[in-house]
Each structure stands twice: as structure tokens, then as C-alpha cells.
């Protein structure tokens, strides 16, 4: 069974950056569109940008345009999102969406904390 | 952009069917048949449940329905069970490769 694997919680301080990955378990991950959506506590979903791994171009939301990169590494399966100068805005669970066209497996989620 | 718009709680008893609407604009969810419905549970990552503003996904019950009607997307929830008791989220393709999400709606069964 397919599955993507997201990394652990992160704590980081304000003005540093963080990098979460996604890895696709028990398939390739050229296979999928990656896309990341994160939520603060107790709040939406926000979509903040995708990957297509096989093309290699990312897409990112406008709002966090400077701020994220998103990329992909073929060679192990895994997806990868950066998020830079971070503040305390960006506590929030991050979630990677894999969608191959008629199915959409979703990550764990990783917590990131800003304190 | 901003946030597509949903009820923020809906309510229904078991066995009864609800709708939940997502109202956007044309330049997201009325000029594309881009959207999508996801449920979630405390706790849990969401889960896709129709896509291409009809279809399910394999898996997803059949008491999931869909439709689109201008610039406002819904989705119906028939024979409600206790487990259906979660957040809906509406997203829609919004042009220039971005997606907007909905605000979100908390059923309550």
C-alpha cells in the first residue's frame, strides 16, 4: 500500500527555516502531483503550492512567493518543501498530498512550531 | 484572492441528507470544473472525497454527491451516519496554477 511519509515535528526559532519532507512509500514518486497545504491550529486548510516531480517545475501560492521552495528528488521518492524567515504565523501542521489522476494519498502531517 | 465561502456549521440527524455549499467567484469556482471536497477529522489529515466537482475518488461512499451551479459548488451528504460527523473543505482551481481553499464547515450529525 502506498503511502506517503511525512518527517517529525520541528521546533524553530523566529527569522530561521525549516525543510519538511514527504517520501512516497511503496511507489515511485514521479507517479503523483505533490502538493502541500498546511493548517494553524484550529483554524483551514491553506494551499501553499505543488510539484509535478516527473516535470521538476514547482507552483507556489502567491502569498508565499520568496518564502517557500518546493522540490522534488526522484532518486529517493521524496518531495521537499522550505519555508524561510518564519514567524510565529507559520505554526501550523503541514500536510504533502500525493493525486495520480483518480487518487489522493495524503502525509501524516508535520507539525512545525515557531517559538 | 480570497477564501472561497462555506457555512461555518451544518447540522442533521442520522439517516437525513444535508448540503453544504462553497461559493466562490467566476474566475475560480465558477470558470473551471476544478473542484474539489475534502472531510476531515479531528486529528486527522484530510481526505479527498470528490474531485472534478462530481467525481469519487475508489473507496468513497456513494452518499458523497456533488454538483456546481455558477459560481457556487455543493456537496450532499445522504443517509448521514455518525462517522460523517467532521469539517468539509471545499478548493477550487483558481487560475495561474493556484488553488483556493474554502473556510470550511463543521457537520455536526
Known amino acids: 500500500q502506498v503511502q506517503m511519509v511525512q518527517s517529525e515535528t520541528e521546533v524553530k526559532k523566529p527569522g530561521s527555516s525549516v525543510k519538511v519532507s514527504c517520501k512516497a512509500s511503496g511507489d515511485t514518486i514521479t507517479s503523483y502531483t505533490i502538493t502541500w497545504v498546511r493548517q494553524a491550529p484550529g483554524q483551514g486548510l491553506e494551499w501553499m503550492g505543488r510539484i509535478i516531480p516527473i516535470l521538476g517545475t514547482p507552483n507556489t501560492a502567491q502569498k508565499f512567493q520568496g518564502r517557500v521552495t518546493i522540490t522534488a528528488d526522484k532518486s529517493t521518492s521524496t518531495a521537499y518543501l522550505d519555508l524561510s524567515s518564519l514567524t510565529s504565523e507559520d505554526t501550523a501542521v503541514y500536510y504533502c498530498?500525493?493525486?495520480?489522476?483518480?487518487?489522493?494519498?495524503w502525509g501524516q502531517g508535520t507539525m512545525v512550531i515557531v517559538s | 484572492q480570497s477564501a472561497l465561502t462555506q457555512p461555518a456549521s451544518v447540522s442533521g440527524s442520522p439517516g437525513q441528507s444535508i448540503t453544504i455549499s462553497c461559493t466562490g467567484t467566476s474566475s475560480d469556482v465558477g470558470g473551471y470544473n476544478l473542484v474539489s471536497w475534502y472531510q476531515q477529522h479531528p486529528g486527522k489529515a484530510p481526505k479527498l472525497i470528490i474531485y472534478?466537482?462530481?467525481k469519487r475518488p475508489s473507496g468513497v461512499s456513494d452518499r458523497f454527491s456533488a454538483s456546481k451551479s455558477g459560481n457556487t459548488a455543493s456537496l450532499t451528504i445522504s443517509g448521514l451516519q455518525a462517522d460523517d460527523e467532521a469539517d468539509y473543505y471545499c478548493s477550487s482551481y483558481a487560475g495561474s496554477s493556484s488553488v483556493l481553499f474554502g473556510g470550511g464547515t463543521t457537520l455536526t450529525v
Open positions: 498530498e500525493g493525486w495520480s489522476g483518480a487518487s489522493s494519498i
Open positions: 472534478e466537482v462530481t
